[in-house]
């Protein structure tokens, strides 16, 4: 969600602050600012909209200094206008936030009693309008920023920056990430590591309830009992050419070429010499009666998918939930549960929620995550990486077919665990997995195709999405992507479901893109196939050449697969999925990597 940065730099801090929050974009925004301390004043700028309008306001109103914070809000408390945007200022103190502060009405209140008010709907206000009268007090700014966040309740990452302290930042973390960049005379503060690659490759992630003292020459981390703390330095290594769009228009076309590349690195890792290799060797699948699958998003729909698999391959009862829902329920963990979270992020507010539940009570804490040294990878027994390098459009897509893949990857070893695949069953499979990047190869070939159906689908008003098996939660994943980037109303339901109800939705008008590769389930989504063109429904058919021939005349579109194998069927009909929500969007004209109301990490509740 929110982007955070904070330098402590030997030049300019404007320019070097807005260049890092260009790189925390990706994370979706509705306004930017910066504040800095020059010659001891403590001034700022803020902006509505892109970054390049807080650019040109600093072109025309330039800010100097070189110690300085910036951010970018994804509006929670408040509409997204100037005087919401952060970073929030009170007297001497300026602050920037991520997350939401759940007793900031309490705390106004409080304030409000010695005469202090308010002026804008944030709650980060009262966090600058908390220090200011601390250190009103006489305390000083480092022991006004600790009382401050002592006094704080809900989820945040936080940066202080004060009047007449340009060598001083305090950051702190409850629930948010928040990481350090150490360079040579000079520190950094950012919500990403991201946005830190370009400065420096050595980084410090804040622990649960840490907060930070920087200087320049600095850094020393308490924890949230005041006790000094020692944390891990980590060299980073981020590709810088990840952020570019490397000559695609958007960086979620970008990404969705890549997918055989990034595919190709996850099963070199994860499969040698023809065996299944785990960063744990230790999982045994005979030791767990039941999984557990947590996630948000198209993280879920990956869950999803995978439900499938190890239910038909290692005959392993399975449980999903959504992640906001999942602790509300407080479900029973029972003996030989494992749990499986899956996080692009790995920092996802509820899906990390979810996992501390079941801390103490699953046998095993699993994650499927993108981001090895995030929150979620740190707080699990078994992190699996899914090596899909930094995606940046809001949109998943290289993610979501890496989380396939890994999990598909651990279905076969649930299914050789527990003796449902033999070794040659267990060869045949992974050849299977190993083959779908080449595959992909030739899905991606359609583009063309599927940008000339995007232009029809682009007229409509409402798309369904059919799908019978793992293709269900494909006709999901698809209406996802669909509402996300092109804001069309999307909605996706079991073959079988549709004459339970949806199908009086269907007439000339709303387009009904049917997922169904030739497998055993072929024949029944046909079927139901028919049903909605008897009742004139425009059919647009994703199947491979000999599903289009047995599927007969009356569709009104079809859009040709290579066949594969019905087990990775939906890793690779994601492309298809992928590519109608792209061009339908780029045929509407809207903001396909950063979407309206949308934001890539999910932060807070």
């Not at 260009?22 to 910066?34: F, H, N, P, Q, V």
């Not at 629930?175 to 919500?191: K, M, T, Y």
């Not at 076309?253 to 040698?272: C, D, F, H, M, R």
Request: net charge negative; hydrophobic share 40%.
């Amino acid at each position: 969600m929110c982007g955070i940065v904070g330098v402590l730099g030997q030049h300019e801090a404007a320019p070097i602050l807005v260049e890092a929050l260009k790189r925390l974009e990706y994370r979706g925004y509705d306004s930017a600012g910066i504040a800095t301390v020059n010659s001891g004043a403590l001034d700022r700028r803020r902006a509505v909209g892109k970054l390049v309008n807080l650019q040109d306001l600093l072109v025309h109103e330039p800010l100097a200094g070189k110690s300085g914070i910036g951010h970018t809000r994804w509006a929670t408390h408040g509409q997204p206008n100037v005087n919401n945007a952060h970073p929030h200022k009170s007297g001497q103190v300026a602050v920037v936030h991520n997350g939401i502060i759940e007793n900031f009405r309490e705390l106004r209140e409080e304030l409000a009693e010695q005469g202090i008010g308010y002026e804008t709907d944030t709650d980060t206000e009262t966090v600058a309008l908390l220090a200011q009268s601390i250190l009103d007090q006489g305390l000083s700014p480092r022991d006004a920023a600790e009382k401050t966040i002592a006094r704080l309740e809900g989820a945040y990452a936080l940066c202080f920056l004060f009047e007449g302290e340009e060598d001083l930042m305090i950051a702190a973390r409850k629930g948010s990430p928040l990481a350090i960049g150490h360079g040579h005379g000079e520190n950094f503060v950012g919500s990403d590591a991201i946005a830190l690659a370009p400065m420096t490759d050595k980084v410090t992630y804040l622990d649960e309830g840490d907060w930070a003292i920087i200087t320049r020459t600095s850094v020393e981390i308490r924890d949230g009992e005041g006790r000094i703390a020692n944390r891990e330095m980590r060299v980073i290594n981020i590709d810088t050419a990840s952020v570019d769009k490397g000559g695609h228009k958007h960086f979620m076309s970008k990404e969705i070429a890549e997918q055989p590349s990034v595919l190709t690195n996850a099963l070199g890792y994860y499969i040698k010499n023809g065996k299944i290799e785990l960063p744990d060797p230790g999982l045994d699948f005979t030791k767990i009666e039941r999984l557990t699958m947590v996630a948000c998003g198209t993280a879920y729909y990956a869950c999803l998918v995978a439900k499938y698999w190890f239910e038909q391959v290692a005959r392993l009862p399975v449980e999903i939930d959504v992640a906001s829902e999942f602790r509300y329920r407080e479900p029973p963990i029972t003996k030989g549960t494992a749990a499986l979270f899956v996080s692009q992020s790995g920092e996802t507010a509820d899906t990390l929620a979810a996992l501390r539940y079941c801390e103490g009570k699953a046998d095993k804490i699993i994650s499927v995550v993108n981001v090895p040294e995030s929150s979620i990878a740190r707080e699990s027994d078994l992190p699996l990486p899914i090596l899909a390098g930094t995606e940046i459009g809001v949109a998943s897509t290289k993610a979501f077919t890496c989380q396939l893949t890994v999990l598909a990857i651990l279905a076969i070893k649930a299914a050789q665990d527990r003796g449902h695949m033999d070794a040659k069953q267990v060869a045949e499979a992974l050849e299977q997995v190993k083959s779908v990047p080449g595959i992909m190869n030739h899905a991606l070939a359609l583009g063309e195709r599927t940008k000339a159906v995007s232009r029809n689908l682009a007229e409509a008003r409402d798309i369904l999405f059919l799908g019978r098996g793992p293709m269900y939660a494909l006709a999901h994943e698809g209406a996802l992507k669909l509402k996300e980037i092109s804001y069309i109303h999307a909605e996706a339901y079991a073959s079988g479901e549709l004459k339970h109800g949806p199908i009086a939705l269907v007439d000339e008008h709303v387009p009904v893109i049917v997922m169904a590769p030739r497998d055993a389930l072929f024949d029944k989504t046909i079927s139901n196939m028919q049903e909605v063109m008897a009742r004139g429904g425009k059919v647009l058919l994703i199947t491979d050449e000999q599903g289009a021939k047995e599927a007969g005349p009356g569709v009104w579109d079809t859009i040709l697969m290579p066949e594969v194998d019905p087990f990775v069927a939906p890793i690779v009909y994601a492309i298809p999925a992928q590519l109608l929500a792209y061009h339908t969007a780029v045929s509407k004209g809207t903001d396909v990597d950063q979407p309206r109301n949308l934001a890539k990490s999910v932060t807070v509740e």
